[in-house]
């Protein structure tokens, strides 16, 4: 899509160095084998440890279609896609990296051909938003022990995925800070496992919008309506205020009851802050200096996939990047919604907490 002809055939007019050129890129292909480079350089270049990249690709490998890019195995592949989400490159850089010799036009095959096997193989069994009642309770005890909120069992959080800015209803896409986004919902367990993401909504589109229209709240709604009153997520001012999804007061004076609640929310909250911060850094395409060149359609799958990768690399116990390399990404946040006040049940819930950790 984006590449530099020179670059790939440096005379365009002189056959015989492309013929060179495309020898060439065969030979690193067929002699190639990722799994040969040291433990520690394999996992800097594709994030997955070998073990979990294996896991990924015994998933996939029988998915692919013959006819597109054959002469690529699926493991260099794997190796292109989870080198292109990690980095955030062009496809230019990503197909010219010494393991796969790839022209860029065979780079944009390949992800045009994992991108929907991915997202259809490993996004559902990876993300997984029901929770058993053994890990809810291990939750509760986590989330308890570090902020004395009881009950809760997740957080949520926005985020802005930079995008440059589509063909149709752009006007949609630009967000309160001035540049072109989606605004993806993330929600994760105390144990920085992400249990929901939704990535489908431009980024003028409130939180609270995303929220109403999204099969977490319809999993916490159904789950309090059964009796289950005891699992509670936590979301900033942004959210609306309800017995399942408790929010900060509003305007709390320093030294109060509310001023405390809040503090301990804030606290307990930061998990899924720092979830986020872990993605990002992780997996660079949804960085915001990155700005992806794809239709929000195709970014919302990336994004998708990355947390999939993301919840993989937690379940094969891959190190979390360093603290000092957790990049601060830009934060657009909602307006706070005003609360209903009418919301009688959220707010009593959010008040006996507020009162009982006096």
């Known amino acids: 899509m984006f590449y530099n002809v020179d670059l790939y055939f440096e005379d365009s007019y002189n056959v015989e160095p492309r013929a060179n050129l495309l020898r060439q890129r065969r030979f690193i292909r067929d002699y190639s084998n990722p799994m040969e480079l040291p433990s520690t350089v394999f996992t800097a270049n594709f994030r997955l440890s070998k073990d979990a990249f294996m ?95 009881p009950n809760v069992i997740g957080c949520v959080d926005g985020t802005h995925i930079a995008i440059y800015a589509p063909t149709a209803n752009r006007h949609l896409y630009l967000n309160r800070k001035g540049f072109f986004s989606l605004n993806a919902m993330i929600a994760c367990d105390h144990d920085m496992n992400i249990r929901f993401v939704d990535a489908r909504y431009a980024g003028s589109t409130h939180d609270s919008f995303v929220w109403n229209n999204s099969s977490l709240k319809t999993y916490l709604e159904n789950m309090h309506q059964s009796g289950d009153y005891n699992s509670i997520y936590l979301g900033d001012s942004g959210y609306p205020l309800s017995p399942y999804l408790l929010t ?36 660079r395409c949804p960085l915001s200096d990155r700005k ?67």
């Open 248 to 283: 900060p007061f509003r305007h709390a004076d320093s030294r109060t009851r509310e001023s405390i609640f809040n503090k301990k929310h804030a606290k307990a909250r930061n998990v899924v802050e720092r979830t986020i911060g872990v993605l990002k850094c992780r997996f």
């Open 55 to 149: 896991y990924v690709l015994d998933k996939i490998k029988d998915k692919f279609n013959c006819r597109l890019s054959s002469s690529v195995t699926p493991m260099l592949k794997l190796c292109c896609a989870l080198r292109f989400f990690a980095h955030g490159s062009y496809q230019q850089a990503v197909g010219n990296e010494f393991q796969l010799g790839l022209a860029q036009p065979t780079v944009s095959l390949i992800l045009k051909e994992v991108l929907p096997i991915l997202e259809r193989e490993i996004c559902s069994a990876s993300i997984i938003t029901e929770m058993t009642e053994e890990e809810k309770q291990q939750a509760r005890s986590k989330f308890f022990s570090r902020s004395g909120i």
């Open 292 to 358: 992806m060149r794809y239709d929000p359609a195709k970014a919302t799958s990336i994004i998708n996939i990355c947390c999939a990768f993301h919840n993989i690399c937690k379940k094969f116990r891959i190190s979390d990047p360093e603290e000092a390399e957790i990049f601060i990404d830009t934060v657009v946040s909602s307006e706070p919604i005003s609360e209903d006040a009418n919301n009688t049940s959220g707010e009593r819930r959010r008040r006996q907490i507020a009162d009982a950790l006096l």
